[in-house]
């Protein structure tokens, strides 16, 4: 409660609390009202003023809230390519894990940041021991046990397609790459698939060669996933 003193006629002391005329003297009681209406009338434009302000600030976060998708369910990733003798995959079924945040309206994804994706090497399996030794060695996983992808930029979304830039990162080597997913709303779920095209050698990787270099693998390789994020709710 602020309070106001001061001094009127003969010495006498009035004392005015923010709002309310408390005391009358003298025949100053249109002067007190007067002084008590103007100090409630600012008092009222105050605190409407600042309801206000609050009112739209909590009107914007509800526009903008996004919320947090977590990797769940049936994941694969799959690193295919060629060699001399065949062509070949990778795929990884388990071990992965991730995060979005996504804003959704009526089946559709309406804004989306913060996507992060890890792998670890070793989850990549081929079906023959051998060759996953070698592609082990090749993506030097005791030095650099995870593959990952981070989202930099948001490009485009239509109703079914996100298109993103993000920094990949293979063998400790990072590069930006252009990403585009086909996606699917069900519920609390989102399912997203893809794939892009990259090389060895672009990420500082020799291609994996077998028996004395007379098996060698391409540079080229792709990169495909069908992946889904779910919310808590």
């Given at each position: 409660?602020?309070?106001?003193?001061?001094r009127?006629?003969?010495?006498?002391a009035?004392?005015?609390?923010?709002?309310?005329?408390?005391?009358?003297?003298?025949?100053?009681?249109?002067?007190?009202?007067?002084?008590?209406?103007?100090?409630?009338?600012?008092?009222?434009?105050?605190?409407?003023?600042?309801?206000?302000?609050?009112?739209?600030?909590?009107?914007?976060?509800?526009?903008?809230?996004?919320?947090?998708y977590?990797?769940?369910?049936?994941?694969?990733?799959k690193?295919?390519?060629?060699?001399?003798?065949?062509?070949?995959?990778?795929?990884?079924?388990?071990?992965?894990?991730?995060?979005?945040?996504?804003?959704?309206?009526?089946?559709?994804?309406?804004?989306?940041?913060?996507?992060?994706?890890?792998?670890?090497?070793?989850?990549?399996?081929?079906?023959?021991?051998?060759?996953?030794?070698?592609?082990?060695?090749?993506?030097?996983?005791?030095?650099?046990?995870?593959?990952?992808?981070?989202?930099?930029?948001?490009?485009?979304?239509t109703?079914?397609?996100?298109?993103?830039?993000?920094?990949?990162?293979?063998?400790?080597?990072?590069?930006?790459?252009?990403?585009?997913?086909?996606?699917?709303?069900?519920?609390?779920a989102?399912?997203?698939?893809?794939?892009?095209?990259?090389?060895?050698?672009?990420?500082?990787?020799?291609?994996?060669?077998?028996?004395?270099?007379?098996?060698?693998?391409?540079?080229?390789?792709?990169?495909?996933?069908?992946?889904?994020?779910?919310?808590?709710?």
């Amino acid at each position: 409660m602020t309070t106001i003193m001061f001094r009127v006629n003969r010495g006498q002391a009035v004392t005015i609390s923010w709002g309310l005329a408390l005391y009358q003297q003298d025949g100053r009681k249109d002067h007190f009202k007067y002084l008590n209406e103007k100090l409630m009338k600012k008092a009222i434009h105050i605190i409407a003023k600042t309801t206000w302000v609050v009112f739209l600030t909590l009107a914007a976060f509800a526009v903008n809230a996004q919320e947090k998708y977590t990797l769940s369910g049936d994941q694969v990733i799959k690193v295919s390519g060629t060699s001399t003798i065949h062509d070949w995959d990778m795929v990884a079924k388990s071990g992965m894990s991730g995060d979005i945040q996504l804003k959704t309206e009526n089946g559709v994804i309406t804004a989306l940041e913060g996507l992060k994706l890890t792998i670890p090497v070793n989850t990549l399996k081929s079906g023959k021991s051998s060759m996953d030794k070698n592609a082990y060695e090749a993506l030097k996983s005791k030095a650099n046990p995870k593959i990952s992808f981070e989202l930099v930029e948001v490009l485009g979304i239509t109703p079914d397609t996100v298109k993103v830039k993000g920094k990949l990162t293979v063998a400790g080597t990072s590069k930006l790459i252009p990403l585009e997913a086909k996606y699917i709303v069900n519920g609390n779920a989102v399912d997203f698939a893809g794939k892009h095209e990259i090389t060895f050698t672009e990420f500082k990787i020799d291609p994996p060669t077998a028996m004395f270099n007379t098996i060698k693998t391409g540079d080229n390789l792709t990169l495909s996933f069908n992946t889904q994020f779910k919310s808590a709710r």
